[in-house]
């Protein structure tokens, strides 16, 4: 009878020992440091010129402050005062006059642009170059050629209306008039850069859905509403996102066209804020209002990139 040899053990593999923590701690601080200096060149100026202005003003919006003399603690007496003001009530209402008239005009005016702009049309290169030409133009440039155009005494809008047998508005001077105005001078500069970012979004849509739905039987309308905007929803967007922020923020052509005026008609919110600090010597209120723009663009954007799972498709 042979007796059964046991299989020889197995050896465990031999184990790495573990760097002491202070090895780890010191590979740590040296990949941060390495990252640091990686960001650095761009971490810097964004410290220096958004983060320490917003604490800046953050801090100035719990003061009352002149400019000259010293600062005073007044808490939030700043905010409840504008919140009770009918001043600041009108400048958001006429902030949000703005956005609604300008953000369907750019937004549209660009898709037809975009869409024109990508079919087979002669002078297709020259014509994206000059539509796109206004967005890097300077903004009271544009503002005053705006002023011009739309004056109601020798403005060659209201020339080409009498021709026609229509007697032209007071447009910038007329307080019913004054944010059309402005509305319309934003749309035609701001139509290059919405018919750009369309038009990339346009170039990356497969052609083999065109052609599956051409098979289908679709026609030029079926085809935009079910093929062209689906796929066109992350550059709208986009588009969305960015001109609400910057109709939030709009100034320079209200401070160049009217100044805010006639009689209040086109004050928005940034024109008050500037109102209120080197007009008022108010800048307590001034930094306290920009919070409460920050606040309230941070809050729509939010509720914008919430819902963009909806009806944004990534596909």
């Not at 440091?33 to 960001?39: A, K, S």
């Not at 109709?247 to 008609?265: L, R, S």
Request: charged share 10%; no cysteine; glycine share 8%.
């Amino acid at each position: 009878m042979t007796a059964v040899e046991s299989p020889p053990a197995v050896k465990a593999p031999p184990t790495t020992p573990r760097p002491p923590a202070r090895g780890r701690r010191s590979r740590r601080a040296r990949y941060a440091i390495t990252v640091l200096i990686f960001l650095l060149p761009s971490a810097l100026p964004l410290v220096m010129f958004t983060l320490y202005p917003m604490v800046g003003a953050l801090w100035t919006s719990l003061h009352s402050w002149n400019l000259l003399s010293p600062m005073q603690w007044v808490g939030f007496d700043n905010y409840v005062k504008l919140v009770q003001d009918p001043a600041t009530h009108r400048a958001f209402l006429n902030t949000l006059y703005y956005l609604v008239g300008y953000l369907p005009l750019v937004y549209f005016g660009g898709l037809a642009l975009a869409l024109a702009l990508n079919s087979r049309i002669p002078a297709r290169n020259l014509l994206r170059g000059v539509y796109f030409l206004p967005v890097v133009t300077s903004w009271i440039v544009v503002a005053l050629v705006w002023r011009w155009l739309l004056n109601p005494d020798i403005g060659i809008v209201n020339f080409v209306l009498g021709l026609v047998g229509i007697d032209g508005p007071g447009w910038w001077t007329d307080p019913a008039w004054a944010m059309p105005s402005i509305i319309i001078a934003s749309a035609w500069k701001d139509l290059g850069f919405v018919m750009i970012i369309l038009l990339a979004g346009l170039q990356a849509i497969p052609a083999d859905l065109y052609e599956a739905a051409r098979v289908d039987g679709a026609g030029p309308w079926r085809r935009l509403v079910s093929v062209t905007m689906p796929m066109l929803s992350p550059s709208t967007f986009f588009v969305i996102v960015i001109s609400l922020i910057n109709g939030f923020q709009v100034f320079d052509q209200v401070y160049a066209m009217t100044g805010g005026g006639p009689a209040g008609a086109s004050t928005v919110v940034v024109q008050q804020i500037y109102d209120l600090t080197f007009r008022y010597g108010r800048a307590g209120e001034a930094s306290a209002l920009s919070w409460m723009l920050f606040l309230l663009v941070l809050i729509v954007t939010i509720v914008q990139i919430r819902g963009q799972k909806k009806w944004v498709n990534y596909a």
